[in-house]
């Protein structure tokens, strides 16, 4: 089965761009099948989602963080990546990269069915 | 924005009675319902989408119900293993997918 791993830096300091990797293993990052998206979760709260990309760079963002928010893919390598300009303490949380599966005979709709193990990001000043 | 509402937020049952949670969405997401297990240091693992449909070789003692605005997972026979913490998610109307605050499933 496809595995993730969420890499970079633990520590960000306030102001600066938050920037993790995920790795896909055992699958194709390249499949019309999946978009790949980031969720976040900060510390004892719940899940709120980033953003997401498909393989061929068409991505979509939260708009509470489209205005500081990047995220790209390398079908290469089979990885994407976010970059969250202008870091706060108010984004520490555990982040996850997830694969996002088309609904059967439905397109437009993904729900998450792989996760990786999640990042630890602190935010410091 | 679709807002997600669990509730309760804690639900205290005994091992080996049923547990039902419920989720709420605040216009209709049609079937577009996932409901996600996460315990204490792991990453949410899929237990069921589509509203009804078990992921992969989740136990027939998990099932979900519903569709519009109102969704249920139960859970029968509670074992050991799956008192942790669930989320319900909205894939209708995206963007943004939205997630529920969580229901934490506790041993009585």
């Known amino acids: 089965q496809v595995q993730l791993q969420e890499s970079g830096p633990g520590l960000v300091k306030s102001s600066e761009t938050l920037s993790l990797t995920c790795t896909v293993s055992?699958?194709?990052?390249?499949?019309?099948?999946?978009?790949w998206g980031w969720i976040r979760q900060p510390p004892g709260k719940g899940l709120e989602w980033i953003g997401s990309?498909?393989?061929?760079?068409?991505?979509y963002y939260n708009a509470s963080l489209k205005s500081r928010l990047s995220i790209s893919v390398d079908t290469s390598k089979n990885q994407f990546s976010l970059k969250l300009r202008s870091a706060t303490a108010a984004d520490t949380a555990l982040y996850y990269c997830?694969?996002?599966?088309?609904?059967?005979?439905?397109?437009?709709?993904?729900?998450?069915?792989?996760w990786g193990r999640g990042r630890l990001v602190t935010v410091s000043s | 924005e679709i807002v997600m509402t669990q509730s309760p937020a804690t639900l205290s049952v005994s091992p080996g009675e049923r547990a039902t949670l419920s989720c709420r969405a605040s216009?209709?997401?049609?079937?577009?319902l996932a409901w996600y297990q996460q315990k204490p240091g792991q990453a949410p693992s899929l237990l069921i989408y589509?509203?009804?449909t078990r992921a992969t070789d989740v136990p027939a003692r998990f099932s979900g119900s519903g569709s519009g605005t109102e969704f249920t997972l139960t859970i029968n026979s509670l074992q050991s293993e799956d008192f942790a913490v669930y989320f319900c998610?909205?894939?209708?109307?995206?963007?943004?997918?939205?997630f529920g605050q969580g229901t934490k499933l506790e041993i009585k």
């Open positions: 997830a694969r996002q599966k088309q609904k059967t005979a439905a397109p437009g709709f993904y729900y998450f069915d792989y």
């Open positions: 055992r699958g194709s990052i390249s499949s019309s099948y999946y978009f």
């Open positions: 990309i498909y393989y061929n760079g068409g991505a």
């Open positions: 216009q209709s997401i049609n079937s577009n």
């Open positions: 589509d509203a009804s």
């Open positions: 998610h909205q894939y209708n109307n995206w963007p943004p997918y939205t």
